[in-house]
T-cell receptor, first 116, second 113 residues
Framework: GAVVSQHPSRVICKSGTSVKIECRSLDFQATTMFWYRQFPKQSLMLMATSNEGSKATYEQGVEKDKFLINHASLTLSTLTVTSAHPEDSSFYIC????????????FGEGSWLTVV | QKEVEQNSGPLSVPEGAIASLNCTYSDRVSQSFFWYRQYSGKSPELIMSIYSNGDKEDGRFTAQLNKASQYVSLLIRDSQPSDSATYLCAVNPQMDSSYKLIFGSGTRLLVRP
C-alpha cells in the first residue's frame, strides 16, 4: 500500500506550549489528508480534512484556532496543537487519500502526544 | 444513533476457527466500506475495501456487504493468535467528495491458542 509517514512518533511538551506534527505522503501526491484523534480504548475521531492549497475543513466541536492545520504541498500536511493542555494528550493519526487506488485511505504511524 | 456501529466485544474464538465481525451503518446512500485492523498502540492498517453488494475475498478474509440491510461484515477464516486486534469498520458517508471516513468504535478480537 501507499506510504504515509508521521513525525514525531512520540512527543512530550509542557502545558501552554505548542507542538507540531508532520504528515508526509512518501510515494504519492495527496491532495486530501485527514487528521484523527484517538483517546485510549476509544475509536478514531475525525478532527479535520486538510486540502492542499486551501483551508482545512474542521469537524463540529473541533477548535480550528487550537488545532492549526497547514497543507502547503501535495506531500505534506502539518497539525499544530497550540497552547496544549493535559487533556490534549492523545494519539494523533493522519491519513491520506490515494486516488490511484480507488480513493483508498492509508494511515500514518500516528503520534503520541503527552502534555505535562 | 451512531453513524457506524460495532459490537465492542471482546469476541473470543479458538485458533483455527472463523471469526465473524459485524458492522451496521445509518447513512443509506453510503458507497464505500472498509475494514481496518488496529493493534494496541498502533495506527490502523487497511484489510479490505468493498463497494458492491455481495462477498469479496482476499486470502483468509472475506468482506460481505448488504446495502439493503445497511450491514457489512468481515469473516476471518483459520483465525490465528496474531489476528488478535481491534477491527474497525469505516464508511464513507453519502457521496462525500473528500472521501473522509467515519469509524465505528471497533470490535476487539481475541484468538485463543
Amino acid at each position: 500500500g501507499a506510504v504515509v509517514s508521521q513525525h514525531p512518533s512520540r512527543v512530550i511538551c509542557k502545558s501552554g506550549t505548542s507542538v507540531k506534527i508532520e504528515c508526509r505522503s512518501l510515494d504519492f501526491q495527496a491532495t486530501t489528508m485527514f487528521w484523527y484523534r484517538q483517546f485510549p480504548k476509544q475509536s478514531l475521531m475525525l478532527m479535520a480534512t486538510s486540502n492542499e492549497g486551501s483551508k482545512a475543513t474542521y469537524e463540529q466541536g473541533v477548535e480550528k484556532d487550537k488545532f492549526l492545520i497547514n497543507h502547503a504541498s501535495l506531500t505534506l500536511s502539518t497539525l499544530t496543537v497550540t497552547s496544549a493542555h493535559p487533556e490534549d494528550s492523545s494519539f494523533y493519526i493522519c491519513s491520506a487519500r490515494v486516488m490511484a487506488t480507488g480513493n483508498t485511505i492509508y494511515f500514518g504511524e500516528g503520534s503520541w502526544l503527552t502534555v505535562v | 444513533q451512531k453513524e457506524v456501529e460495532q459490537n465492542s466485544g471482546p469476541l473470543s474464538v479458538p485458533e483455527g476457527a472463523i471469526a465473524s465481525l459485524n458492522c451496521t451503518y445509518s447513512d443509506r446512500v453510503s458507497q464505500s466500506f472498509f475494514w481496518y485492523r488496529q493493534y494496541s498502540g498502533k495506527s490502523p492498517e487497511l484489510i479490505m475495501s468493498i463497494y458492491s453488494n455481495g462477498d469479496k475475498e482476499d486470502g483468509r478474509f472475506t468482506a460481505q456487504l448488504n446495502k439493503a440491510s445497511q450491514y457489512v461484515s468481515l469473516l476471518i477464516r483459520d483465525s490465528q493468535p496474531s489476528d488478535s486486534a481491534t477491527y474497525l469498520c469505516a464508511v464513507n458517508p453519502q457521496m462525500d467528495s473528500s472521501y473522509k471516513l467515519i469509524f465505528g468504535s471497533g470490535t476487539r478480537l481475541l484468538v485463543r491458542p
